[in-house]
């Protein structure tokens, strides 16, 4: 790693700089997607993870607890991005983002052979509170190494378009895992998948992440790393750089809360929330949800690259800001309108439409007892398919009696949506991945381009993963218990009310972003 890499690269015509930073994006987005395909596994089956790893007894308290475990694994992030940050600006971006994909890796096949929480108790939400821990952390050491590295490669002009295909890997992490899990589905029954098949997805990441370990093992530092290396002008102390001098402190909260704080809710909105909404507020059946996000998903995602380019001509701000401000008039109708869109109230039932099974089985725990389900299945007239499970815990002497009443049934619903429907809401879905796309896009290009080489790292990494990992990571749990809360308290607009938190972050960043930020490109520090 000396001056030498930086000035043969220097050297290099147009084409050959192309050709080599079409390859340092390929090692550097492979290695990324694998680590966001880790860390989103997770999150796609937080509601089989939350019947495995915490107590059956109560459903809306395990799966918030799930999220609640997801959430913490943004929440550590910033302390990743310190830590990481640092090494990244002390020893070279390569071999820091190395070891945060062998520790992502390893995490997440650990988490796939927790036994479940009928078998260990309460360990297993520990054990799986320490690993999400240790995703959090390596994940905040990836992506500024991976931004960082990319952008260090690129043209100045061009820095928004090259930065923006390591945007991608994000959405192609969670694309890639939604479709694992829809061929282990379908590879496998329903009993077989939840059973076991679901730890699947997390035992493969193994075999990804050693590709992708050996692929950026051959990569070489970034030239302009390189150069401040060979030339003594790395950081002794970026911590203390970073955040103890005043003047670059102050770009740090400004890239937090003009920027990255906007950024996180509306990514998270877009693809996680509107996920849950469907699966949980909507009920939508689980395996078409997974095709629909995807659909979404597949069709948004190259709009990443062309809000990135588009950046580079007309500034980061302009596009981030219309991004933002567009997502915070438009959730509020767009969530309306995926609700009613499968208002049952409104629809016909088909002649002979409705069928009804009641089934009894010995309860797993109390041999004397059986737990007793009503199934009922509905097919309305325009093909939409409603299926209602209530299952109560019946003693020989008659309903289990809980606090002197009798034992609440737990009640588990399922649409399966019309294609007409599903085509809505696959529109819908697109929609706000566009909003992500417009805020997502430019901002590696606009965080890398705020600091210099010595400290880059470590202070762009840590405004990016407080944006991401506490203000949007936070987002799934407190949403959902926004709406739980309202649904309580039985407010008209129920569904609605998760996003008053998206829109209150978004807002104050946007007003943050346009009073503060300027649009135009800041390449100064190179």
């Known amino acids: ?121 309460f360990m297993a939400p520990v054990l799986v509170l320490i690993l999400r821990l240790l995703q959090g952390l390596a994940l905040g050491g990836e992506y500024g190494g991976a931004a960082t590295y990319v952008a260090e490669y690129a043209q100045p002009h061009r820095r928004g378009y090259w930065t923006s295909w390591i945007q991608t890997t994000a959405t192609a992490g969670l694309f890639i895992s939604l479709i694992v899990i829809l061929i282990t589905k379908s590879t496998l029954s329903t009993e077989e998948f939840d059973n076991w098949g679901w730890r699947v997805p997390f035992w493969i990441s193994i075999l990804m992440v050693g590709v992708s370990y050996i692929i950026r093992k051959n990569m070489k530092e970034s030239p302009l790393f390189a150069k401040a290396k060979s030339e003594g002008k790395t950081s002794k102390n970026p911590l203390k750089e970073s955040f103890g001098n005043k003047f670059n402190f102050k770009f740090v909260l400004l890239a937090l809360f003009g920027a990255a704080m906007g950024q996180g809710v509306i990514w998270y909105t877009g693809q996680f929330y509107a996920m849950s909404f469907l699966q949980k507020v909507m009920n939508v059946e689980s395996a078409q949800v997974d095709k629909l996000m995807a659909l979404a998903l597949l069709f948004g995602t190259p709009f990443f690259v062309f809000f990135g380019w588009l950046s580079d001509k007309i500034g980061r701000k302009a596009v981030m800001m219309t991004g933002m401000l567009v997502a915070i008039l438009a959730y509020r109708p767009i969530y309306d309108k995926m609700f009613n869109s499968i208002d049952l109230k409104s629809k016909t039932v088909a002649e002979s439409g409705i069928v009804e099974k009641r089934t009894a089985k010995i309860h797993d725990k109390i041999a004397t007892d059986s737990l007793i389900t009503f199934h009922k299945e509905t097919l309305f007239t325009d093909g939409t398919l409603a299926k209602k499970d209530s299952i109560v815990h019946w003693s020989p002497t008659g309903p289990v009696i809980k606090d002197g009443k009798a034992e609440e049934p737990k009640v588990s619903q399922a649409i399966t949506i019309n294609g007409r429907t599903n085509w809505l809401l696959i529109s819908l879905v697109f929609i706000q991945v566009i909003f992500v796309t417009m805020v997502y896009g430019p901002i590696a290009a606009f965080l890398v381009e705020m600091f210099p080489i010595r400290i880059r790292y470590t202070s762009m990494s840590l405004p990016y993963h407080i944006g991401n990992g506490v203000f949007g990571g936070l987002l799934p749990a407190v949403a959902t218990y926004l709406v739980t809360t309202a649904k309580e308290a039985k407010h008209a607009t129920w569904y609605l009310e998760g996003l008053w938190y998206p829109i209150g972050v978004a807002a104050v960043c946007l007003l943050i972003g346009l009073f503060y930020l300027k649009n135009k490109n800041n390449n100064i520090h190179d």
């Open 1 to 121: 790693m000396s001056e030498n890499h930086h000035d043969a690269y220097e050297n290099m015509t147009d084409k050959q700089k192309n050709r080599t930073i079409w390859s340092v994006i390929t090692a550097s987005s492979l290695g990324t997607l694998i680590e966001w395909y880790d860390f989103y596994i997770f999150g796609s089956l937080a509601i089989v993870l939350a019947t495995k790893f915490f107590p059956s007894d109560n459903p809306t308290a395990a799966f918030l607890s799930t999220l609640a475990t997801f959430a913490a694994g943004f929440v550590v992030r910033p302390f990743g991005a310190l830590f990481f940050g640092r090494l990244g600006d002390l020893i070279g971006r390569k071999y820091t983002f190395l070891v945060t994909l062998l520790i992502m890796g390893f995490s997440t096949f650990l988490i796939g052979c927790i036994p479940s929480y009928e078998t260990i108790g």
